[in-house]
T-cell receptor
Framework: DTGVSQNPRHKITKRGQNVTFRCDPI?????LYWYRQTLGQGPEFLTY????????KSRLLSDRFSAERPKGSFSTLEIQRTEQGDSAMYLC???????????FGPGTRLTVT | QQQVKQSPQSLIVQKGGISIINCAYE??????FPWYQQFPGKGPALLIA?????SEKKEGRFTISFNKSAKQFSLHIMDSQPGDSATYFC??????????????FGKGTHLIIQP
């Protein structure tokens, strides 16, 4: 396994702009998760997919956030009209399925100025 | 409502000593409890995990102790080394129960191992 990869690793954007992040899970992992981590805190669950179906969304995922996994492989997380409060590390994780461990990628650090 | 409470917030241990980090949970539906290690600028890395049908699990220098009645679990790092200096997170979820598959994390413990 090559591990979970995320791009870009860092993103600086101005308030009000839209940003999109990409996550490539470990091959053959059918579950993919998005988390957000702010400085000094543990990751907070945002949403997850089983194959291409989005099965759960946290209340943290406002309507400015949208996630897709169109072919059950990579996923994208888009934030529209970014706000300074969106500044955080956005983490992606994948697993083989229910009852299997989640493996995290290196994250995308978003800074909104 | 913080569903997983982790302590201490920071911990300093001498090289060769035992590092102990504790977590308590509120949701009795939780049935999966992993521990993650995170270095600055990196994503969390899975260390060890336990399910509530056992009270202890050991992998190398890392041991999880689980007390279902007290709703508590802890991580013990034996023979702590400077390379263990990192932030450690406990987490919980209830995939078997059909509830949320997303992990609920504690706030983390910043561990420093002094040489």
């Amino acid at each position: 396994d090559t591990g979970v990869s995320q791009n870009p690793r860092h993103k600086i954007t101005k308030r009000g702009q839209n940003v999109t992040f990409r996550c490539d899970p470990i091959s053959e992992h059918n579950r993919l998760y998005w988390y957000r981590q702010t400085l000094g805190q543990g990751p907070e669950f945002l949403t997850y997919f089983q194959n291409e179906a989005q099965l759960e969304k946290s209340r943290l995922l406002s309507d400015r956030f949208s996630a897709e996994r169109p072919k059950g492989s990579f996923s994208t997380l888009e934030i529209q009209r970014t706000e300074q409060g969106d500044s955080a590390m956005y983490l992606c994780a994948s697993s083989r399925g229910l009852l299997y461990e989640q493996y995290f990628g290196p994250g995308t650090r978003l800074t909104v100025t | 409502q913080q569903q997983v409470k982790q302590s201490p917030q920071s911990l300093i241990v001498q090289k060769g000593g035992i590092s102990i980090i504790n977590c308590a949970y509120e949701n009795t539906a939780f049935d999966y409890f992993p521990w993650y290690q995170q270095f600055p600028g990196k994503g969390p890395a899975l260390l060890i995990a336990i399910r509530p049908d056992v009270s202890e699990k050991k992998e190398g220098r890392f041991t999880i102790s689980f007390n279902k009645s007290a709703k508590q679990f802890s991580l013990h790092i034996m023979d702590s080394q400077p390379g263990d200096s990192a932030t450690y997170f406990c987490a919980a979820s209830n995939p078997v129960g059909g509830g949320a598959d997303g992990l609920t994390f504690g706030k983390g413990t910043h561990l420093i191992i002094q040489p």
